[in-house]
């Protein structure tokens, strides 16, 4: 049970340059999510997912594409790199449940980060 | 819009100190909360979250949270800090419907010196 995984961990791109991070879960929860995370910014939502075949837009999402085609993959693009777009990526899967208490419980676990940088 | 605020920046102390973080939120309603750390070059692992019932909570490395509720407030607290310890703390909230995101708050950098 590898949880989640994220391919590449590093990469250098030039300014316009496209690329593709793929994030994996092996958990088989219906929840993944694209953040964006810069120093003294916290983590920032781009996109997410609640379900396969579906997408969502989050905080930042300008810049960027994603795509679920299968539950256990989310992918998230960049078509044409720009340097403000240097960041390092996590990529999250949850579950969300129902609590006997009303309401809904989600926990979100993250992959290891993908540090790209765009020159 | 939901926000999370961290209050400090940088925190730095020694050994066998106690800590305390604070973490408030705007979110009327029901809410989930939760403490990541990231510890250099790592990714966020989960340190403690409360979902309901008892509003003391605990994770793990000896780590504790109290929600209160009236403040609107989560703050994260050790008793005795180690050098391991070193890393950055990151607050965030939930709202505890079926919508929304998941927020997190800018994050505070723990330094502890030996």
């Known amino acids: 049970n590898a949880g989640v995984t994220q391919t590449p961990k590093f990469r250098v791109l030039k300014t316009g340059q496209s690329m593709t991070l793929l994030c994996a879960q092996d958990?088989?929860?219906?929840?993944m999510y694209w953040y964006r995370q810069d120093p003294g910014m916290g983590l920032r939502l781009i996109h997410y997912?609640?379900?396969?075949?579906?997408?969502a837009k989050g905080e930042v999402p300008d810049g960027y594409n994603v795509s679920r085609l299968k539950k256990q993959n989310f992918l998230l693009g960049l078509e044409s790199a720009a340097p403000s777009q240097t960041s390092v990526y996590f990529c999250?899967?949850?579950?969300?449940?129902?609590?006997?208490?009303?309401?809904?419980?989600?926990?979100?676990?993250f992959g290891p980060g993908t540090r790209l940088l765009v020159l | 819009a939901q926000s999370v605020s961290q209050h400090n920046h940088h925190v730095i102390l020694s050994e066998a100190a106690s800590l305390e973080l604070g973490c408030n939120y705007s979110?009327?309603?029901?809410?989930?909360l939760f403490w990541y750390v990231q510890y250099p070059g790592q990714h966020l692992q989960l340190l403690l979250k409360?979902?309901?019932?008892?509003?003391l909570v605990k994770g793990i490395k000896g780590f504790e949270a109290e929600f209160i509720k009236s403040k609107f407030s989560f703050n994260l607290r050790k008793p005795s800090v180690q050098w391991s310890d070193t890393a950055e703390y990151f607050c965030?909230?939930?709202?505890?419907?079926?919508?929304?995101?998941?927020?997190f708050g800018k994050g505070t950098k723990l330094s502890v010196k030996p």
């Open positions: 965030a909230v939930k709202g505890g419907g079926s919508q929304g995101n998941l927020i």
């Open positions: 999250a899967s949850s579950l969300q449940v129902m609590a006997t208490s009303g309401g809904y419980q989600e926990t979100q676990y």
């Open positions: 958990m088989n929860h219906e929840y």
């Open positions: 979110y009327g309603g029901t809410v989930n």
């Open positions: 997912s609640v379900g396969e075949g579906t997408t």
């Open positions: 409360y979902f309901s019932g008892d509003p």
